[in-house]
């Protein structure tokens, strides 16, 4: 059974950092490029950051450049996004998925809830 189960979400004040972790199962995770998604309240998916299955390439949206770092583990296979100087705009429902740009994916998880606010 494919599995993609994410945490670390959560409530964060504007500047702040989280952490967001995806783990992977049911699936050769080494053999996928992977990315992160997210849908704010009221509006639609948006892709977030793309990564490479050897991790040699990353991309990211404009708007999250600078302050987002998407890596793997192949070992563990397990998905990370590390995001600093949050804003109250990053806030939604942060997917992860495979694939590495766009919105649709083969695979994807059930979400963790990201809020930023004072």
């Known amino acids: 059974e494919v599995q993609l189960v994410e945490s670390g979400g959560g409530l964060v004040q504007p500047g702040g950092s989280l952490r967001l972790s995806c783990t992977c199962s049911g699936f050769l995770f080494d053999t996928y490029d992977m990315k992160w998604v997210r849908q704010a309240p009221g509006g639609g998916l948006e892709w977030v950051s793309g990564?490479?299955?050897?991790?040699?390439?990353?991309r990211y949206t404009d708007s999250v450049k600078g302050r987002f770092t998407i890596s793997r583990d192949n070992v563990n296979d397990t998905l990370y996004l590390q995001m600093d100087s949050l804003q109250t705009e990053d806030t939604g429902v942060y997917y992860c998925?495979?694939?590495?740009?766009?919105?649709?994916?083969?695979?994807r998880g059930q979400g963790t809830q990201v809020t930023v606010s004072s």
């Open positions: 998925g495979t694939g590495i740009d766009g919105t649709a994916s083969s695979y």
């Open positions: 990564i490479r299955r050897d991790g040699t390439t990353t």
